[in-house]
T-cell receptor, first 113, second 113 residues
Framework: NAGVTQTPKFRILKIGQSMTLQCTQDMNHNYMYWYRQDPGMGLKLIYYSVGAGITDKGEVPNGYNVSRSTTEDFPLRLELAAPSQTSVYFC????????????FGSGTRLTVV | AQTVTQSQPEMSVQEAETVTLSCTYDTSESDYYLFWYKQPPSRQMILVIRQEAYKQQNATENRFSVNFQKAAKSFSLKISDSQLGDAAMYFCAYRRYGNKLVFGAGTILRVKS
């Protein structure tokens, strides 16, 4: 059982470039989330989805976009990368309304130079 | 909005000793869940322990236990017989039923041999 898979694990972008961080889960979870973690800090919610076709903004959505065309996939798009987007990005999923917390991916370390 | 506060940016413990990490939260809800996550240098987010607010009994998982004080909105993590592998960043998190996790800023735990 793979759980939550994120790709790539590392990436360096130049200012102004765009990229998509991929996230897929095989647990048939309804809820999926994208968080960013800045150095020495906690996780801040970027976007989340409660099911296919439904997405909503979190705490820090500016500069990002998401889509949820299937239950399994929840890609995060960065448009016009900026140094402020240098961070570690985590994708996570959960069953709706359960006490199990999240299942996290292993993270993507993104550096914008 | 719910907030989670971890007042200890960093803690140290001697191997085999006991350490307690603090967490307080702010909510007007009566039914919710609380979690402790461990993030070792590998970056992987690992669920350590969870507590359901309606349960009076404190959760325990092997060497990890919590002191849940609902009226005081306090949720501390006690690690007994600390091991070198316990060294990590620890995050406290709050979740209302069906809703998204809110994380504290984290506490770095260092274990001395």
């Amino acid at each position: 059982n793979a759980g939550v898979t994120q790709t790539p694990k590392f990436r360096i972008l130049k200012i102004g470039q765009s990229m998509t961080l991929q996230c897929t889960q095989d647990m048939n979870h309804n809820y999926m989330y994208w968080y960013r973690q800045d150095p020495g800090m906690g996780l801040k919610l970027i976007y989340y989805s409660v099911g296919a076709g439904i997405t909503d903004k979190g705490e820090v959505p500016n500069g990002y976009n998401v889509s949820r065309s299937t239950t399994e996939d929840f890609p995060l798009r960065l448009e016009l990368a900026a140094p402020s987007q240098t961070s570690v990005y985590f994708c996570a999923s959960s069953q709706s309304g359960t006490a199990d917390g999240y299942t996290f991916g292993s993270g993507t370390r993104l550096t914008v130079v | 909005a719910q907030t989670v506060t971890q007042s200890q940016p960093e803690m140290s413990v001697q191997e085999a000793e006991t350490v307690t990490l603090s967490c307080t939260y702010d909510t007007s809800e009566s039914d919710y869940y609380l979690f402790w996550y461990k993030q070792p240098p590998s970056r992987q987010m690992i669920l350590v322990i969870r507590q359901e607010a309606y349960k009076q009994q404190n959760a325990t998982e092997n060497r990890f236990s919590v002191n849940f004080q609902k009226a005081a909105k306090s949720f501390s993590l006690k690690i007994s017989d600390s091991q070198l592998g316990d060294a990590a960043m620890y995050f406290c998190a709050y979740r209302r039923y069906g809703n998204k996790l809110v994380f504290g800023a984290g506490t770095i735990l260092r274990v001395k041999s």
